[in-house]
Structure formats: structure tokens, C-alpha cells
């Protein structure tokens, strides 16, 4: 029985790509990595409750820490059926807090959702099948044409991004701008594997969920602006386009990783169901590079420990 990985699906955007994916794949077994086992526990039993799917699985993953990505790895190499059909990455922070580290010491942001993703794709890629299929959360954030209200990003290698430098901005600047570029990193990293596995029928694309007012993704907001965040800006999801319910980017993100219709897309961004042009910034060759080859460096992995099937 092949696998399906999601990331952050305990809750959110996450927890309903996995609702939907127990209903459209009903002989995968479905895996959901989590930090909280309790939790992981009672998110599989409530899905399975709902669908019917006998095959779900939680497995221990702190994203915040590389040797738990290894662990997650070598625990699921050891299972009966170890052939991964879908990865989604989709597990991601955003903190505007005071800067908080991994347990590697990366700035946590940066950490979570740019080298952790990336760390578990490369170690995990030696398993997905020969048409297997990536998909990263993105986010539109990662676009100044899009004219968001969060600070746009600013591009720097991994080591400047892993390891910032104080400077004048307050938090709440810094925490926008570093989750901004954490999402501009992931496209990049999607157009960058798309290059490396060009020899091969994985397909791996880049989806933005939109604004999805709710989620747990404001929780270290001020607590009115959590408020408005749960209670008012709901209401946006009917005056405003690209703000969605959980529920229906959920769908999406599950449906451009498993369904049919999606089966030619590789190296694609995806807004909901429809692909668009990313940033300028995420087609610039040299960022990708840069950011590749940094990452690497940070992850103290040299061309000889990647998978062979980035080397053909």
C-alpha cells in the first residue's frame, strides 16, 4: 500500500486537504506527521470516524528539529509498506513575536518552512514512486504585485536568513518579511527540484491556499488581532477574491496533489485551483541557485549524500 504524507494536518488548511485526500484515496494509506502525538492520535481517529478510511497513521515530526526529520525518516523506512505516492508539504509558522529559534538555532520561520520542507523532501525522496507527486504551501504573501498586507519579502541566502541580524524594525515587521520570503523560498525550491527532476516523472508544483481567515497561522497576533482574525475577517471569503474557507483550500491543495486532472503539472504555481504566475523574484535562476546551494551548505549535505534521483 503506497503512502500520503501531509504535513501540519492536525488543524487548519492542513487537517481538511487530509479530510478530502481519506475520501478521494481510499486504498493510500494516509500519513500525518505530528509534533503533538495526542493530537496527531485524535485528528486520525475524527477523519477516520467521518470517511470510513481504515488506513491513517500518525508518526512523530518536530519540524523544528533536523534529527526528529531523520528520525520521522528512518521510522517510516522501517514500515511494512515504505513507497510514497504523494508528499505534501504544507506544515508552516509565522511568528511576529520576539525571534525564537529551532532546535538547530535557525531562525524559526526560516527554519520551519523553508529547511525543514526542504530536509524532509530531499531525505524522503529516495521512496516516492517513479510518478510520484510534491506539492509546498506557498503563499501569495511571497508577491508585491499581489499588494498584500504583509510586508514583502527580501531575498538573501539560507545562512543570512537562518542566522538574521538585528536591526530597527519592530517584530511585527520582521516576523511578516521573514514569513514572506519563507514562502518565496518554497517556489523557488519548487522551481529548483522541478529542474533537478526533469529526468523523471515526478511532478512537483507550488500551491498559494489564499487568505484563509481562521486558521491557527495568527497565533502569535496581538489578541485583538486574533479576534478579528477568527471573527471578522471570515466575512472577507464572500466579498474578496482569494480569501477562502479551510475547507475549500483544503480541497484544492489534496486535489492538485492526487487527482487525475492535475497529473500534467509539474513546476507549476497554483492559486486555488488555477495556475498563475508567481513572483518575478521566483523565476530569477540565480536566487534559486543561490538558494539551493546555501541550503545545502546549512544542511551540511554534499552532492554525494543527495538522492541518486537528483543525480541523473
Wanted: proline share 4%.
Amino acid at each position: 500500500m503506497k503512502s500520503i504524507i501531509i504535513t501540519g494536518a492536525t488543524s487548519g488548511i492542513g487537517y481538511q486537504c487530509a479530510l478530502h485526500m481519506a475520501r478521494i484515496a481510499p486504498h493510500s494509506q494516509i500519513i500525518l506527521p505530528c509534533r503533538n502525538l495526542e493530537t496527531g492520535n485524535q485528528t486520525t481517529r475524527r477523519i477516520k470516524q467521518i470517511t470510513g478510511h481504515s488506513h491513517l497513521i500518525c508518526m512523530s515530526l518536530d519540524l523544528a528539529s533536523l534529527q526528529s526529520i531523520r528520525d520521522f525518516k528512518t521510522a517510516f523506512s522501517s514500515l511494512e509498506s515504505s513507497e510514497i505516492s504523494v508528499l505534501i508539504n504544507n506544515a508552516g509558522i509565522q511568528n511576529i513575536g520576539k525571534t525564537q529559534y529551532t532546535t538547530d538555532g535557525f531562525e524559526i520561520t526560516f527554519g520551519v518552512n523553508h529547511v525543514a520542507s526542504l530536509y524532509l523532501t530531499l531525505l524522503l525522496l529516495p521512496f516516492l514512486e517513479k510518478n510520484g507527486s510534491i506539492v509546498f504551501t506557498a503563499s501569495g504573501v511571497h508577491d508585491p504585485r499581489q499588494k498584500t498586507p504583509i510586508t514583502v519579502p527580501f531575498f538573501q541566502d539560507a545562512k543570512s536568513l537562518a542566522y538574521p541580524k538585528e536591526n530597527s524594525d519592530t517584530n511585527k515587521i520582521n516576523g511578516e518579511r521573514r514569513y514572506s520570503t519563507s514562502k518565496l523560498c518554497n517556489i523557488l525550491t519548487v522551481y529548483k527540484l522541478h529542474e533537478l527532476l526533469s529526468a523523471t516523472d515526478i511532478r512537483i508544483n507550488a500551491f498559494d491556499p489564499g487568505m484563509v481567515p481562521g486558521t491557527g497561522l495568527a497565533r502569535t497576533y496581538p489578541s485583538f488581532m486574533q479576534f478579528l482574525w477568527k471573527n471578522i475577517f471570515p466575512i472577507l471569503i464572500h466579498l474578496k477574491s482569494n480569501v477562502n474557507t479551510a475547507q475549500s483550500s483544503g480541497k484544492r491543495l489534496a486535489n492538485l496533489a492526487f487527482a487525475n486532472n492535475y497529473s500534467s503539472a509539474r513546476g507549476k504555481y497554483f492559486e486555488g485551483e488555477k495556475e498563475i504566475d508567481s513572483s518575478d523574484d521566483s523565476y530569477n535562476k540565480l536566487y534559486q541557485t543561490e538558494l539551493w546551494t546555501s541550503s545545502l551548505e546549512l544542511l551540511n549535505l554534499g552532492q554525494s549524500d543527495l538522492p541518486m534521483v537528483l543525480k541523473t
